[in-house]
């Protein structure tokens, strides 16, 4: 009772459930009738030719045949009564399309009064269920066959979360075996943190709607791998099995490739910056070798006046009067300059001291923005991110604008800090080089403030603004106003899908040519949240 039209034989598994509905449909029909036989006949995939007949006799009545071909030929149920042999009834099974796969018949060996027409009808029925089955398997197959290629799981849950079906690939990717795995809440293959977070997509996915999440699914020896938990109410003929589609893509790859992209972009942000970061080590550097100088100078001169200093206390010294003694320490304390000495040692100290913290403070945030950012979310103080980026990109800064600081109490975010350093990064180049080329020095302002439970930040210029008719392609990839050679027109687009899509929040641009742009983000304090599409 396999439909070959419609069941993969490569797929035993799915063929014995054909099988399985087959007989159960049979089984109905041959109950609603009061028959002795009923049973499946199979036709060959675009064409009329009987292939073979099933049922619960031992063999199948001869009039089958001729019955089979009546149905498929009209495409209605059919009687046919024969007076030796007795009394059968057949409904064609029809593709959505109206190609044949088979026949559902019944037959009994004792003539009787043709079925009447309400029985026809549910033969016809029966017959339709059997149709929309094979559909089933063979779309099923088809969704299968092609998300096993992306790394994805097709899977089918009952009202209640529990899994009625998923496809071989799952297997492959979690170590749990098929088996095992149908009649299992789905919720029990998440992490436990995600657990609600699961429990409430499978529940809100609505038709016409997907709920989706990223989170993290568990493999049969403990381990989790990122997925996308993609959850809809399903879209054909559904019954109490088939209440939900969901799709489970293994996220492994793409997230290492966004990391290692994210990454590149940090280093190469980090390479045009290169120069001015060593210029901005170099002059301290500078100033704290003078002053390590002049402190060894120094040093030799204090140290001669110490030497004077014991010659005239030794009292061993009986020959040197106590006024020789004097003028002589005198003396000593004019050629080394003391009183500059005691001014200036100190400033030298001073200033070496501020030099090496600017250094070590630079340091610190060429290491925090070019770290490799983790693949989970963590809470970070976006302030103390804006300031970091801030002193990296000083160079860029400092001889076109002056940059003023309004940051106000924020909580900490819940947020990939290394990818929004990249965003603010971006944001200050590009107000920067908006600003060279005005005659008067610039201004960027960076303001943060806390509007509920979302963190916004705004970084403005007084630059040269944005046409109107370019402010909505400003954020596709490659687009770009700056020179060949400047800019590669992605530094906006990724600040777009690091806020948009990676964070859940937003950007919008304020700009008016020849008075300055603003761009201002609005952040989560909490996250994304849950994804409906």
Do not use: M
């Given at each position: 009772m396999v439909t070959v039209a419609a069941v993969d034989p490569g797929e035993p598994a799915r063929a014995e459930e054909y099988r399985r509905s087959s007989e159960d449909i049979a089984a109905l029909a041959a109950h609603s009738y009061g028959t002795t036989y009923a049973g499946v006949t199979v036709w060959a995939a675009g064409g009329r030719r009987l292939l073979a007949g099933h049922g619960f006799a031992t063999e199948t009545p001869p009039p089958v045949a001729e019955?089979?071909?009546?149905?498929?030929?009209?495409?209605?149920?059919?009687?046919?009564?024969?007076?030796?042999?007795?009394?059968?009834?057949?409904?064609?099974?029809?593709?959505?399309?109206?190609?044949?796969?088979?026949v559902l018949w019944v037959a009994d060996e004792v003539a009787r009064p043709a079925p009447a027409p309400l029985s026809e009808t549910l033969l016809q029925v029966l017959a339709d269920q059997l149709g929309l089955r094979a559909e089933l398997s063979t779309r099923w197959r088809e969704r299968t066959q092609a998300l096993d290629m992306v790394g994805a799981v097709l899977?089918?849950?009952?009202?209640?979360?529990?899994?009625?079906?998923?496809?071989?690939?799952?297997?492959?990717?979690?170590?749990?075996?098929?088996?095992?795995?149908?009649?299992?809440?789905?919720?029990?293959?998440?992490?436990?943190?995600?657990?609600?977070?699961?429990?409430?997509?499978?529940?809100?996915?609505?038709?016409?709607?997907?709920?989706?999440?990223?989170?993290?699914?568990?493999?049969?020896?403990?381990?989790?791998?990122?997925?996308?938990?993609?959850?809809?109410?399903?879209?054909?003929?559904?019954?109490?099995?088939?209440?939900?589609?969901?799709?489970?893509?293994?996220?492994?790859?793409?997230?290492?490739?966004?990391?290692?992209?994210?990454?590149?972009?940090?280093?190469?942000?980090?390479?045009?910056?290169?120069?001015?970061?060593?210029?901005?080590?170099?002059?301290?550097?500078?100033?704290?070798?003078d002053n390590t100088r002049f402190l060894a100078s120094a040093y030799q001169e204090m140290l001669a006046l110490i030497e004077t200093y014991r010659r005239c206390l030794d009292t061993t010294s009986g020959e040197l009067a106590w006024g020789d003694r004097l003028a002589l320490a005198t003396e000593a304390e004019q050629a080394t300059d003391l009183d500059y000495l005691t001014t200036e040692v100190p400033l030298a100290v001073e200033q070496s001291l501020d030099g090496i913290e600017r250094v070590a403070s630079l340091v610190r945030a060429m290491k925090s923005f070019s770290y490799k950012d983790s693949r989970d979310r963590v809470y970070a103080d976006l302030n103390e991110a804006l300031t970091t980026t801030l002193t990296v990109a000083?160079?860029?800064?400092?001889?076109?604008?002056?940059?003023?600081?309004?940051?106000?109490?924020?909580?900490?975010?819940?947020?990939?800090?290394?990818?929004?350093?990249?965003?603010?990064?971006?944001?200050?180049?590009?107000?920067?080089?908006?600003?060279?080329?005005?005659?008067?020095?610039g201004e960027i302002r960076i303001t943060t403030r806390a509007e509920g439970s979302t963190a916004v930040i705004s970084l403005a210029d007084n630059g040269c603004g944005i046409p109107a008719d370019l402010q909505r392609m400003i954020f596709e990839p490659f687009f770009t106003t700056k020179e060949v050679g400047k800019g590669t027109g992605q530094g906006l687009a990724l600040a777009r899908a690091v806020v948009i899509d990676k964070h859940g929040g937003t950007i919008e641009v304020n700009s008016a040519p020849g008075e300055g742009t603003e761009f201002v983000l609005r952040l989560p304090v909490d996250g994304k949240a849950l994804e409906s599409a």
């Open positions: 019955l089979c071909d009546r149905v498929v030929r009209e495409r209605r149920p059919v009687v046919v009564r024969d007076g030796a042999a007795g009394l059968f009834a057949g409904a064609a099974i029809l593709t959505s399309a109206g190609d044949p796969l088979g899977f089918y849950a009952s009202r209640d979360g529990l899994i009625t079906d998923i496809s071989s690939y799952w297997a492959s990717l979690t170590g749990h075996p098929v088996d095992s795995t149908v009649g299992r809440p789905v919720t029990e293959f998440f992490h436990g943190e995600v657990v609600d977070e699961v429990r409430e997509v499978l529940t809100a996915a609505g038709a016409g709607s997907i709920r989706r999440l990223d989170c993290a699914l568990l493999t049969a020896d403990g381990a989790t791998i990122p997925v996308d938990l993609a959850v809809t109410r399903f879209d054909g003929p559904a019954d109490d099995t088939r209440e939900l589609l969901g799709v489970v893509t293994d996220l492994r790859e793409r997230r290492r490739r966004e990391l290692e992209a994210g990454h590149d972009q940090k280093l190469e942000s980090l390479g045009r910056l290169s120069a001015g970061i060593a210029h901005e080590i170099n002059t301290p550097i500078q100033f704290v070798g000083r160079n860029e800064v400092k001889y076109v604008a002056d940059v003023s600081l309004d940051l106000g109490e924020l909580p900490p975010v819940l947020c990939h800090v290394g990818d929004l350093n990249q965003v603010f990064l971006n944001l200050l180049v590009n107000a920067a080089d908006a600003l060279h080329d005005r005659e008067e020095r």
